[in-house]
């Protein structure tokens, strides 16, 4: 192992010849792998075939609401999938809304209700103000940024931190301009950095002063209980929290069982104060009679209850922890001690988070896509797709089968070597 | 028969006196019946327990995009769906985007970004616009009519006459006003007045002049293949009309298999041009990653194609034509030629729309509550809930019992009788 920092002209060339050597190799294997997607693979969703024979034909179909699943109503979902997610977020089944297919869907509606008639507790619609702000902790979710960017906020960088978004700034900025009214949060094996909020962090967002009536605080659990280890990480309760410091209305929590059963046919769902849920089911009303119940239905006539969520996704860290093993052991061998690159390695989720070097992120990827291999696009991890640094790069390791996954991993390395030579070089575009 | 009109002042007491009685009568026995919503019965529920069988668990799940449906992806449904809508609504599949399990939130949703982005073609989001007003033809849909209030338009008024919305009143609004942006349609087997707009209506519609630039007819045609008889109502196509009058982007139709399948579990489609096709499809990309394409699958595994829709329908149709032709006969055996009421009799679809003199509406709906039987507000088919003539009644045959909907339908009459003569009388209040 060589820090590269500490090589000398001659040392960097010399080492730089080699590896073109070896990324020519790779290259003329026309690989067309893709590393960019947070999706699971097919090993995994067989995991949950079995669910397809329910509600089977002879199902009495009623749910415990007394309403046939069949049939128009329950704006708000029927009360056994209220019951599971309430048992999986730690909140009483009267603060959960069922929703359909998307947890994303229910976050841009809420945002979308916010602009048109303003959220609980709004003294204006958020279209009738001057501006619109919100924090968004970087690196972070491209979709999440993607929403409020369409509505026009100003998006405002907060740096990510080991155990979650730097409150100080935070703190600061919401105290003092009332334009600011949300933050973007996936508090558990972050989207991309894997990093769980320490409950310092999680209460000090309950409490924290806010200029804004109605600031939310976006909280997109998405991985609540995608554990890649028996040691899982943690997270403090958001919405107890926040009623404890007498800011109950401040949470949305959004889940979905779209990485438990099967993306785009799984159930999502918000979890928030009675107000919040009593205001949203009332102009959900308008948009619609209601959700899906019979796949509500499926899914808890499959999963039972929370004991069955965990047991199963036992079987999907079974399947994806030799994967993120195995990136981590390819980083490791091919980068550590080299002072060119940091990466994360989460307890669970679906990302790993890669820094290099100050600037050489876009020409990693670049590098690696002209070789055959997809990655996240650079940048793509923060607001607008632009990270301030160019360094951070989202590694998606669930998708590809793992011996691609060992072959794009050791390109990617490589990759981040020449790139980081070069820059040392004074070479780098 | 008697015309009640032509009876003088000691004839219609008499003949209330007996009414009176058989309205107590009815009364005493403590009647539970609910007439008020076009919900399907169980026995039609039953008609697809079925498809649940698919897809099952050996399925391939690769839909024709070559895309595993338990995957994320295709934001705008999966190709077989797309078929099945576009040889239903007669239009082409790339003239289609298949959601989720409502139409009514594809409505909803698209007034929602009318609002905030404007639709294709608009020069402005509406909702920078002093104020935007929509045209409503009633009785019509309550539902409708509560999108179009909740977004704060000004609905007007138009008659709907026995082949649709009186043209001469619609053509001469949407020529004058550039903030009627929009006109609420159910064209085929209309809620609640059972008429099928006529060639003629659907012409003038796709012709007419519009001051608005992104007029949008909103073309629920919900209930396109619910057909009661064997001579069905036939539709004029209108998009190829849109198309042919150089108005393509006029048209957005929408249709769902809530009433062929499952009411909340079926999928819902819009048919529309390409260029509006191409404009939700981006906006819904921000919103979620893609509908419920299980579903999708579970639907076209099931009902096939147009001709498996069509053989599906006659099995409903088996359990409506007798309720719907019990209620025509109480109507008919109980208030033909007595010149107090008048009322549809449609070929399809779930209502029938009744008429009673002018004033009588909100008191025979009380009367009937207060014996126990539960029907459609009066005023709930017209905007802001407000019949001006007071007289229009939504009959729902559909959820009851047949001999449910015997009592009910019988002590539906007496009201209608009682409350005229009291009408005649000059002694209602």
């Known amino acids: 192992m060589t820090d590269y920092t500490r090589l000398d002209e001659k040392e960097l060339r010399k080492e730089l010849d080699q590896l073109n050597e070896i990324y020519d190799q790779i290259k003329s294997q026309n690989l067309k792998l893709d590393m960019s997607r947070g999706k699971p693979c097919s090993e995994q969703l067989a995991l949950s075939v079995d669910m397809l024979k329910y509600p089977d034909p002879t199902d009495n179909f ?3 609401d007394g309403v046939d699943a069949r049939n128009y109503g329950l704006v708000d979902g029927i009360a056994e999938a ?11 089944s009267k603060n959960i809304i069922v929703g359909n297919n998307s947890s994303l869907s229910m976050m841009y509606d809420t945002i979308a209700r916010a602009m048109q008639f303003g959220l609980y507790g709004s003294k204006t619609p958020w279209s009738k103000l001057p501006k619109v702000k919100f924090l968004c902790p970087s690196p972070g979710y ?3 940024f993607a929403i409020t960017e369409l509505f026009g906020f ?19 900025l919401v105290a003092e301009d009332p334009f600011i009214k949300g933050i973007w949060c996936i508090p558990k094996y972050s989207n991309p950095t894997g990093i769980t909020f320490s409950d310092e962090v999680v209460d000090a967002l309950a409490k924290m002063k806010t200029a804004a009536e109605d600031f939310r605080i976006f909280w997109d659990n998405a991985y609540v209980v995608h554990h890649l280890t028996d040691t899982p990480d943690r997270l403090k309760n958001l919405l107890s929290a926040c009623y404890e410091a007498g800011n109950p209305d401040r949470a949305l929590i959004f889940t979905s069982t ?7 046919a799984g159930i999502a769902c918000m979890a928030a104060s009675e107000n919040n849920i009593a205001h949203t089911k009332k102009l959900t009303g308008f948009r619609t009679i209601g959700p899906d119940k019979m796949n509500q ?13 965990e047991e199963h996704m036992k079987k999907h860290a079974r399947i994806l922890k030799p994967k993120f093993d195995q990136v981590f052991n390819i980083l490791s061998a091919q980068l550590k ?10 307890k669970g989720g679906y990302f790993i988070s890669f820094n290099t070097m100050p600037g050489c992120a876009k020409a990693v990827v670049k590098m690696a896509a002209e070789a055959g291999v997809v990655f996240t696009p650079a940048g793509a991890t923060f607001p607008y797709g632009k990270d301030p640094l160019d360094r951070n790069i989202r590694i998606a390791p669930t998708l590809p089968p793992i011996n691609e996954l060992k072959t ?19 070479e780098l575009n």
Request: charged share 35%; glycine share 4%.
């Open 408 to 426: 794009a991993m050791e390109l990617f390395c490589i990759c981040v070597r020449i790139v980081s030579i070069k820059k040392l070089l004074g």
């Open 154 to 172: 100003e998006m405002i960088v907060v740096d990510m931190l080991k155990d979650g978004p730097d409150m100080e700034k935070v703190e600061k």
């Open 62 to 64: 009623i749910t415990s």
């Open 337 to 346: 001690d080299k002072n060119i690159a940091e990466w994360t390695e989460p």
């Open 258 to 264: 779209s990485k438990i059963t099967f993306p785009g």
């Open 82 to 92: 209220k019951e599971l997610f309430a048992e999986i977020l730690e909140v009483d």
């Open 142 to 144: 491209d979709r999440h």
């Open 297 to 309: 239905l499926r899914h808890v006539r499959f999963l039972k209850n929370a004991k069955g969520v």
